[in-house]
């Protein structure tokens, strides 16, 4: 059942055209991922069908009653705000319905039993009993525990994930979300990416990170050429059937260039007085010579650069410290680069993988330790920061300031412009004006101000956000090749896994674990080593009660917090337990109704247990 249909959307601006006669549906459930390359108008097409802005010509039909939930790139909250109050949105149904259950509550005795029944009921429908224990988990998941801190204090990701949590909270019929993974740390994308896979709601997304695409979507669309292609699997389907119809396209153009040959001939031959069967055939030639000359995207070329010479010594830090407001993020740490290695640095948001970097830039000093480079290094630093691109130049311009050619790896020297080519600044594309482009053609601008330097070592700060997947892999194939070393933070798994040797883990206290393999390897290796102490645990001996509250005799905040949430869902379920024994002596219920009752008392009434079993547990504690 579809839940939302576009019919033949376009928009352009000025004289570029993003799309034209798009027409896309979306099913019930269906979770559909939007994806091209920077400035095709991918953001721009999610924003029409979000209703945030408007198309050319076209028109979008949504299902009557559905609820709509927009993740932008960049939220906009009022600065004065409370975290809370962005987060819980008091005219959500679900807040409301809850409002009137606790009021009704509040009145005891003298309150309306079937009053009460309509709002239990309500509540039912709208999922509310699991509301404060579904907040409890997203919250805890995103890294969101100060909820009275003014959003205006907030970092741009932070507010990104205050947003996220309020969507993900109220839970609405259909979500909209724009690169979703971009300021979450990897355990966070970890957690969403299962938390999406198994939400029954209906999804649009945009988002450039493989991993994620593979486990959430069940429908890729692409937008090429203002087109949108449609396949029904997932991002490992997608690349499989992409390649099929791009070999077919190419076929059909390779026909119609040898057709175009001898019809061409034929025009020639013609007299200018033509019959009605010859204008048939001109025509068709027309379309012929259209399809004959429509471009082809061919193998971008493999291409090295020719980097600084590096000399014997590389990089070496010895017993490194850092600290801010009395918390250490590194604590002697020592490491000697070797040449030609290639890092990846995981940890939570706040963990110091930014802080280490920027150390080893000399932007930052550690508070004790020495950190030495060796004479012939030449550092090549992109930071999440960036840098002011100006606005008034075209994008030749930015990058002759640095090089007229550059030189490869094979020893040629090839123009600025060729360099632009081969990360898809192509034709009119490198004569903008930067104030022109999109905001991940204005990243991969500046990554290429970068390279044009020809570092010998690579230091990358999230690389990959706002970066459209086809200039991840031509980014991919040309570190692949690059022979200095590379040192990166990046929550792009995929990423990680293809480039990376070994992987520095940041614990977050101080300790920095050297981990040798990719990305996934650490992970499994994480896995094997908790599935051990679990299974360590089970056989170890139970630790009497009394020992117990010796060792921790009051519960922390989050305890706190999480005890307050079980009480309330206990609540919750004792008022359900009742409104079900209320419906079941009722006397007019059907056998299948009375069963379907029935067992989802016994049911709530296992949960009530559980629950008060898991209460007492904490109450001892404290």
Known sequence: ???????????????????????????EGQKIALIAANGSGKTTLLRIIAGKEKADSGTVSMRKDTTVGYLEQDPLFPPASLVMDCIFQYDHPVMHTIGEYERLIDMGEHADPKE??????????????????????????????????????????QKK?????????EQPDLLFLDEPTNHLDLDMIEWLEKYLARLNKTLLLVSHDRYFLDSVCDTIVELENGKAYTYNGNYAYYLEKKEQREQIGKAEIDKARNL???????M??????????????????????????????????????????????????????????????????????????????????GSGKSTLLNMIMGLAKPDKGRIRSGETMVFGYYSQDGINLQEEKRVIDVVKDIAEYVETGSGNWISVSQFLLHFNFEGSKQYSFVSKLSGGEKKRLYLLTILLRNPNFLILDEPTNDLDIVTLNVLEDFLLGYQGCLLMVTHDRYFMDRLVDHVFVLDGKGKIKDIH????????????????????AKTSKPVRAEEAKTKSNKL?????????????????????????????????????????WSAQYQQTEKEIEEKTAKWFQMQEKS
């Not at 994930?161 to 909270?169: E, G, K, Q």
């Not at 471009?295 to 010594?313: H, I, L, N």
């Not at 393999?517 to 360590?536: C, I, L, P």
């Open 116 to 157: 009460l029944q309509r709002v239990m009921d309500r509540l039912d429908a709208l999922n509310g009993w699991d509301y404060e224990s579904r907040a409890a988990e997203v919250l805890g998941k995103l890294g969101i525990h100060d909820l009275d801190k003014p959003v205006g204090q907030l970092s741009g990701g």
């Open 260 to 266: 175009y040959r001898r019809e061409l001939e034929w």
């Open 1 to 27: 059942m579809n839940i939302l249909t576009t019919e033949g959307l376009s928009k352009s601006y000025s004289e570029t055209s993003l799309f034209t006669d798009l027409s896309i549906s979306l099913s």
């Open 517 to 536: 393999g990719n990305y996934t390897d650490y992970r499994e290796m994480f896995a094997d080593q908790v599935k051990e102490e679990s299974t360590n």
């Open 556 to 596: 922390s905040y989050k305890e706190q917090r999480a005890l307050e949430v079980l009480e309330k869902e206990m609540q919750f379920l004792e008022a359900k337990k009742d409104a079900l024994m209320l419906k079941m002596n009722a006397g007019d219920a059907t056998h299948e109704q009375l069963a379907q």
């Open 161 to 169: 994930r205050v947003a996220l949590a309020r969507l993900l909270i």
């Open 268 to 349: 020639r031959r013609q007299p200018k007085a033509r019959s009605t069967k010859q204008k048939a055939r001109e025509n068709s030639f027309y379309d012929t010579e259209a399809k004959a000359n429509s471009q082809r995207k061919e193998d971008k070329m493999q291409m090295t650069m020719q980097m600084s010479r590096m000399g014997s010594k590389i990089l070496e830090l010895e017993n490194v410290c850092k600290g801010y407001d009395d918390k250490q993020l590194i604590k002697d740490f020592s490491y000697t680069f070797k040449r030609g290695e290639k890092i990846g640095i995981v940890g939570k948001n």
